[in-house]
């Protein structure tokens, strides 16, 4: 079981930045990926960013060059930091953790963060 928990929600101007974390309950090395992912209302969840354990990175094209991945193994902590955001960056931001192997994965989720940007 890996539990995950974010913070760094909230309220911004169109042109701000934020930076989410979240929080694993396990070591991440023994995760093979940790992403953030987002979901507005009325619409399906989309990746935003995932990063492996040997940190290669993979980025949302609407997100690419405004935001970027990190991780601190020592803390077991991932963080999204959000720069020039917009009002379609308006959603909530779930956590996930990749586990398993390619036959049977195994994703766990955090409880989400509301980010909403203003116009």
């Known amino acids: 079981q890996v539990q995950l928990v974010e913070s760094g929600g909230g309220l911004v101007q169109a042109g701000g930045s934020l930076r989410l974390s979240c929080a694993a309950s396990?070591?991440?090395?023994?995760?093979?990926?940790m992403g953030w992912y987002r979901q507005a209302p009325g619409k399906q969840r989309e990746l935003v960013a995932t990063?492996?354990?040997?940190?290669?990175?993979n980025y949302a094209d609407s997100v690419k060059g405004r935001f970027a991945i990190s991780r601190d193994n020592g803390k077991n902590t991932v963080y999204l930091q959000m720069n020039s955001l917009k009002p379609e960056d308006t959603a909530v931001y779930y956590c996930?953790?990749?586990?398993?192997?390619?036959?049977?994965?195994?994703?766990?989720w955090g409880q989400g963060t509301q980010v909403a940007v203003s116009s």
């Open positions: 990063m492996t354990t040997v940190g290669t990175t």
């Open positions: 396990v070591s991440l090395l023994r995760i093979n990926a």
């Open positions: 996930n953790a990749a586990t398993g192997s390619t036959m049977s994965p195994i994703n766990y």
